[in-house]
T-cell receptor, first 114, second 116 residues
């Protein structure tokens, strides 16, 4: 089955710096890669996603890149702010039996210090 | 309405109790999911419903019993739980995949369950 590895497990940056989180997946059939942000005690919130027919996607300060050949994808956050502090989960998904099964990475705890 | 709601927010139950968790969405999504999330861990898929039919049971113990009474509601019935079942239970919904295109899953706020 699919396996997703995520690094680093914790990341500490100064406000204004960039943050990069990397994930690798095992199943080449995976074709959808969402990123979720989860603040303490809150629900996971989708912040950006990318599909296998696209190499890069940007949304303001957030970007995601995908390398299908190497089977890895990354989240880039520029000009970090304290409110970016949260746990970030990557996930990989494929069509399986008519439904969308997300396999999550272990998470990265991002701390942005003022 | 672009939100998934869950009740209750918190639940404390004994090992002999029977309780139910509820999830509701009005986005017209026909796929609904239950996840379990332990502290400092990612969500783990438990069940998937597609068009109100159970599509996937990820080898979940029978003390968890899901139910999808209609396209907007999803329940999780709990009976004879163990302390290790204490966790955040998340509901999610999405459109059903079509022609290989996968859709975003939207999560509810979760029910924090404590089994004593």
């Amino acid at each position: 089955g699919e396996n997703v590895e995520q690094h680093p497990s914790t990341l500490s940056v100064q406000e204004g710096d960039s943050a990069v989180i990397k994930c690798t997946y095992s199943d080449s059939a995976s074709n959808y890669f969402p990123w979720y942000k989860q603040e303490l005690g809150k629900r996971p919130q989708l912040i950006i996603d990318i599909r296998s027919n696209v190499g890069e996607k940007k949304d303001q300060r957030i970007a995601v890149t995908l390398n299908k050949t190497a089977k890895h994808f990354s989240l880039h956050i520029t000009e970090t702010q304290p409110e970016d502090s949260a746990v970030y989960f990557c996930a990989a998904s494929m069509v399986s039996g008519g439904y969308n099964k997300l396999i999550f990475g272990a998470g990265t705890r991002l701390a942005v210090h003022p | 309405d672009t939100e998934v709601t869950q009740t209750p927010k918190h639940l404390v139950m004994g090992m002999t109790n029977k309780k139910s968790l509820k999830c509701e969405q009005h986005m017209g999504h026909r796929a609904m999911y239950w996840y379990k999330q332990k502290a400092k861990k990612p969500p783990e898929l438990m069940f998937v419903y597609s068009y109100e039919k159970l599509s996937i049971n990820e080898s979940v113990p029978s003390r968890f019993s899901p139910e999808c009474p209609n396209s907007s509601l999803l329940n999780l019935h709990l009976h004879a739980l163990q302390p290790e079942d204490s966790a955040l239970y998340l509901c999610a919904s999405s459109q059903v995949q079509a022609h290989g295109h996968l859709y975003e899953q939207y999560f509810g706020p979760g029910t924090r369950l404590t089994v004593t």
